[in-house]
Every structure is written in structure tokens, then in C-alpha cells.
């Protein structure tokens, strides 16, 4: 699990690092691809990000899961209290997780839309 974590950040590390250089920033504006060639690599973007980030719920809510298992198991009030407040900081997480990808899928919906009226509008200047 551990290792997961450190591979994703290296893969993020690296991500950022590439969409960062001057590079993809001028291949954007020039656009090679066409007129919405940067509108579609926009979706592309939020739907990898997406991706991300539904993956980051689905851990917080196999945490959330766990917490609930471990109250389950707290045989002394010690062990009930500790894991009750654990459960209560991974439900916290798991809903703040949850309003980050609802975001996120707007944020896609929106580049899908630009790029569909991107489309529309420059589809009678190709016919």
C-alpha cells in the first residue's frame, strides 16, 4: 500500500514536471492538431484527473471500511475510543474525497463542452 502511494506521487512528480515544461505549453498554442487540439487535450487532462482522483476515493473509502471493521473489533473502551476517532478522521477524508471528484467531473463536463462547441463551430469551415 505503501509503495502504491509512493509510485503514484513519483507518477504525479513527473506528470507535473512534463505539463510544466515550455515545450507542451507551446505545442498548446501553435496547434498542430487542428483548431481544438487544445480543447481536446484539456479533456484528456480532466479525464486523467479524474481517473486520479476517483482512485484516491476509492482508497478513502476502503479506509473508511477498515475504521468501521476495527470499532467493530475494539474489545476495551480504550480500544472503541481510538478507533472511533479514527473512523470519524477517514469518514472526513472519504467526504472531502468525495467532493473532489463531484468537482472534478464538473470540470470535465465543462472541458467536454468547450470542446463540442469548438467542434461545431469549426466543422462547417472544414466541410
Known sequence: MKLARILAG??????????????????????????????????????????????????????VAEAEEAVAAATTDKERAKAEKRLARAVAKAAEAKKDKKAQKKRLAKAQERLATCEAENAPAAS
Not at 12 to 27: I, K, N, Q, Y
Not at 32 to 38: E, F, Q
Request: charged residues 25%; aromatic residues 2%; positive net charge.
Open 10 to 63: 513519483l507518477v504525479t512528480t513527473g506528470v507535473v514536471l512534463v505539463g510544466a515544461s515550455p515545450v507542451a505549453h507551446a505545442d498548446e498554442t501553435s496547434s498542430p492538431g487542428g483548431p481544438c487540439a487544445s480543447q481536446a487535450a484539456k479533456v484528456a487532462k480532466a479525464e486523467d484527473a479524474l481517473a486520479r482522483v476517483t482512485a484516491v476515493f476509492e482508497r478513502k473509502k476502503d479506509r
